[in-house]
């Protein structure tokens, strides 16, 4: 049986009082004052000035693409590395996922090798509609770069920070960095809202019909009238309460996932064949997961005895991230790339990281790994 857990909600009084005021109030449905209380300060949170909440980021990363026009046989471009949610919404439109290769230094989108297939792309004249640039684990991709290539040649840049809230690009908030930006509030993120999301964006009639059509396009009628299709996808007022009550301990939950991140690189300094994601110079990250990366040549396990040994004692770890392209869904979508991505994910393991996790659990976890290394014996 499971006892520690990778990523659990980490809840607390604050979000019981405002869920009661919610239900004192009877304003259960989607929509009511919490709502608004709730994009209003994530918006101040992040630095953004439209902030629209979601049942989900998946949601969220759907109407990013509808509101950019994305449609039938486009191409949106993305890291193969990263859940499948990123990719899944660039189906919904009809549109068609290239998947991108990552840099190793950061395990994100490699500007380099973006620039180059943008280069190719320009000479053929077929341009992807959007890119979406995924925060991985945390850490922001290096937006510099990509946020000049998609100017220089004019594609839409949506940012997934679904994993990254909390976390910084040369000072700015992650979310905030790309045309639209994109938070989930899934049971297992950094805050949580049970299930939610966020689309913050710069554009107001963006925010207005993303909230319109979020809210089953329904006309300004006295009767139910629809000239468009639209979507069930805003966030009920219980859950934004939630929300509210976690967006006020955000900062501190990032300081308690950094500590744990901490503690693990000095529990396990010295072990040889473990390595970590690599923190980029450019940026903090929120340490949402602690990942390894596992040489079984030098440690004398593999990733998955790793794993397997951890289960063993009631302690839940998984592989990084299966890339996309790998996936048998998009087995027959173009990927650019060496590699990168699939060597990361067959060493890769991500390590209990819940900003609630005590000493005694962290020590264990440090302990069951280290007890792999044959040296050890």
Not at 21 to 48: H, I, K
Not at 168 to 195: H, P
Not at 279 to 286: D, I, L, T, V
Request: proline content about 5%.
């Amino acid at each position: 049986m499971i006892s520690v857990h990778l990523s659990p909600p980490h809840l607390g009084a604050e979000e019981r009082a405002l869920i009661n005021q919610a239900l004192d109030s009877n304003w259960v449905a989607p929509l009511g004052p919490q709502v608004d209380a709730f994009e209003a300060e994530m918006a101040e949170a992040v630095g953004a000035t439209h902030a629209v909440a979601l049942s989900s980021g998946t949601a969220a990363l759907h109407l990013a693409l509808v509101l950019l026009g994305v449609g039938r046989d486009d191409e949106v471009w993305t890291s193969s590395l990263t859940f499948a949610a990123t990719a899944n919404p660039i189906t919904y439109v009809g549109a068609r996922p290239v998947f991108l290769d990552v840099h190793p230094d950061t395990w994100t989108l490699d500007p380099g090798l973006l620039e180059e297939a943008l280069a190719r792309a320009s000479r053929r004249g077929r341009m992807p509609r959007a890119i979406i640039a995924v925060d991985l684990y945390g850490q922001c991709a290096d937006y510099g770069p990509i946020q000049a290539l998609c100017r220089r040649y004019g594609v839409a840049l949506v940012e997934d920070a679904a994993e990254a809230l909390g976390s910084t690009y040369r000072g700015r908030a992650a979310g905030t960095l790309g045309d639209m930006g994109v938070y989930s509030f899934n049971g297992n993120k950094i805050i949580t809202t049970s299930g939610g999301g966020m689309l913050v964006c710069e554009n107001a009639a963006w925010a207005e019909r993303a909230r319109f059509l979020a809210s089953q396009a329904r006309d300004p009628a006295p009767h139910y009238q629809h000239s468009q299709i639209g979507f069930n996808y805003r966030m009920s007022n219980l859950l934004a309460a939630v929300g509210r009550g976690q967006l006020r301990v955000l900062e501190q939950r990032v300081e308690a996932r950094r500590r744990v991140n901490a503690f693990y690189r000095e529990a396990l300094r010295g072990v040889p064949g473990l390595t970590f994601q690599p923190e980029a110079e450019y940026g903090r990250s929120n340490c949402w997961l602690t990942c390894l990366q596992v040489d079984a040549e030098e440690l004398g396990a593999t990733r998955d005895e790793i794993r397997a040994e951890l289960e063993i004692a009631g302690i839940e770890s998984r592989p990084v991230w299966k890339p996309l392209h790998l996936q048998p869904v998009f087995s027959g979508c173009t990927f650019v790339g060496s590699g990168v991505s699939k060597w990361l994910f067959e060493r890769g393991l991500c390590l209990p990281s819940g900003s609630a996790l005590a000493p005694p659990d962290l020590q264990r976890i440090a302990d069951g790994v280290r007890g792999c290394w044959k040296g050890t014996a």
